[in-house]
C-alpha cells in the first residue's frame, strides 16, 4: 500500500514538510524550510536578504497550514490534521483551486529540485531528490519511476504542479504517485 492515498499524504508530511523530524508540524519546521530554500537557492550561499524574504514567506506559508491543518488550535499539526485539511482542500480538485499556503510550498519545491534553474526537472535532478528520502540500491527502479511521470521527458513547472495536485488530490493511484520516487510504505 506505498501508493494508497493515505500513505501518500503520510509522505508528505513526514519527508516534505516535518524538517525536523519530530513527527509533528509546526512554526519550527518553515523556519527550518527557510533556511533550508535560502542555501538550495543560492547554492550555497546566504544572503541575508534572500533569507528574510524565505523567512516572510515560510511564516506565512506556516500561518496559513495552521488555519487550514490545525484543528485543535494547539500549534502543531500532526499527520490526522493534515490529512483532514488534504480531504478539505485538496482531494478531487485541480491545482488551481488549491489553498494558497499549497501552491507557495509546491512552487518552492519545485525550485529546491530544479538545480540548475532551467525550468525543467531532468532525471538528474530527479534522482538528486529522490535519494534525499529514500535508500535504493539500484537505480534503475529511480529511472522506471521518472519515466513513468512523463514519458521520460523532464518534467517543466506546469507539469510538477498536475502532479502535485493528482498525488494530493487523487485518491486513484496515477503515474503522480511516483512524483517523489518510488515510495516506501510509512
Known amino acids: 500500500m506505498a501508493y494508497s492515498h493515505d500513505n501518500r499524504v503520510k509522505y508528505v508530511v513526514r519527508y516534505l514538510y516535518d524538517i525536523d523530524n519530530n513527527g509533528i508540524l509546526d512554526k519550527n519546521d518553515f523556519k527550518c524550510l527557510a533556511v533550508r530554500n535560502t542555501i ?34 494547539n500549534g502543531e499539526v500532526d499527520s490526522d490534521e493534515f490529512k483532514k485539511a488534504v480531504a478539505d482542500n485538496c482531494v478531487g480538485k485541480d491545482y488551481a483551486s488549491f489553498p494558497p499556503a499549497f501552491k507557495v510550498f509546491i512552487e518552492n519545491q519545485f525550485k529546491a529540485i530544479d538545480v540548475d534553474g532551467d525550468g525543467t526537472v531532468n532525471i538528474e535532478e530527479y534522482r538528486q531528490d529522490v535519494i534525499t528520502r529514500s535508500a535504493f540500491a539500484d537505480v534503475a527502479e529511480i529511472d522506471e519511476a521518472f519515466k513513468a511521470l512523463n514519458g521520460g521527458a523532464g518534467v517543466t513547472l506546469d507539469r510538477y504542479k498536475e502532479l502535485y495536485a493528482q498525488f494530493l488530490g487523487n485518491k486513484d493511484e496515477t503515474p503522480s504517485k511516483f512524483l517523489f520516487g518510488p515510495l516506501k510504505e510509512l
Open 40 to 73: 538550495v537557492e543560492t547554492k550555497g550561499d546566504f544572503p541575508a536578504e534572500r533569507f528574510a524574504q524565505n523567512a516572510k514567506i515560510m511564516d506565512d506559508l506556516w500561518n496559513e497550514i495552521a488555519l487550514l491543518a490545525d484543528f485543535d488550535k
